[in-house]
């Protein structure tokens, strides 16, 4: 008897739920550290030298995700609000673009003579 009760029964499928904006968002900017590291470990590994004065430059793709993530969030949810949501974006992207310039300069000061 209970064979047959199971076999009535319509069994609940767990369909595909795809991550939320944010998520993904996130993982967008978790994607550039993880190449930005790989390009570091393989520059290691074929110069048996690591590379410094890398601080500014790695701050940008962070500045760059949060901006993004601020306005996403936004879109989706609605929250924080619209106002607060641009200021914030407009916040972060200018400090990368003001960041970029000193980034590149530490990046290059590694292959100077």
Do not use: Q
Not at 1 to 16: I, L, S, V
Request: charged content about 15%.
């Amino acid at each position: 008897m209970p064979d047959e009760k199971r076999a009535t029964e319509p069994k609940e499928e767990k369909g595909f739920t795809p991550a939320s904006p944010v998520k993904r968002t996130l993982a967008w900017t978790g994607l550039a550290y993880a190449l930005i590291l790989l390009a570091l470990t393989t520059y290691f590994f074929f110069t048996a030298k690591g590379l410094g004065n890398l601080g500014p430059l790695l701050a940008v793709p962070g500045l760059i995700g949060l901006g993004a993530t601020a306005l996403v969030s936004w879109k989706t949810t609605g929250k924080p609000g619209k106002r607060p949501s641009i200021a914030l974006a407009v916040l972060c992207w200018l400090l990368a673009l003001a960041t970029l310039p000193v980034g590149i300069a530490g990046l290059l000061s590694n292959f100077g003579g």
